[in-house]
């Protein structure tokens, strides 16, 4: 691969330890192709979420909680990702509310990303079916590719 493969790459995050390990991979391969760095952090919009017992009950928020929520977020960005960038690193902070996966492939085309960064929680069985997952939609729809990064499994202590 030439250096000019990747121009643009996209993190997401949720701010979990997944998220986190996801962010040195998205880092390094920017740093290495030289690309800007999309990080993506998409707010839940409880107006979107499926109605319980099918009534559908709009929920009016505080603009002050909206904005409370919203720096939040804007500072766990600054904390735990932009603080830790090279200081020629470019990138772009996206904060955004919605459906995570919708708006994070709006974003990649927008955007025209070139490589999408994520976690994978690794959810198995019933869990899966029942909730799916961010990263499965993300997979299915996204126009560039995705690399998911998934933690090492923790080792059971063996029992004595």
């Known amino acids: 691969m030439s250096k000019e493969s ?3 790459i996209a ?3 949720d701010f979990s330890e997944n998220a986190d390990l996801s962010f040195e991979t998205a880092r390094d391969l920017a740093s290495h192709y030289g690309a800007t760095l999309h990080i993506v952090h998409v707010m839940v919009n409880f107006s979107l979420a499926p109605p319980i017992h099918a009534t559908y009950m709009p929920i009016e928020y505080d603009p002050k909680f909206v904005e409370q929520v919203t720096e939040a977020a804007r500072g766990s960005i ?4 932009v603080s830790k960038l090279a200081g020629s690193q470019r990138f772009d902070v ?8 919708t708006e994070i492939i709006r974003v990649a085309e927008e955007r025209d990303i070139d490589l999408i960064v ?3 929680h690794g959810l198995t069985g019933l869990a899966h ?3 799916g997952s961010t990263a499965d939609r993300v997979v299915r729809r996204a126009p560039c590719s995705v690399l998911t990064v998934r933690m090492k499994k923790k080792k059971m202590p063996e029992k004595p």
């Open 118 to 120: 994520m976690g994978s």
């Open 6 to 8: 990747f121009s643009n």
């Open 78 to 81: 600054q904390e735990r990702y």
């Open 129 to 131: 079916v029942l909730f």
């Open 11 to 13: 993190f997401c995050t």
């Open 94 to 101: 996206h904060l955004l509310s919605g459906y995570a996966s």
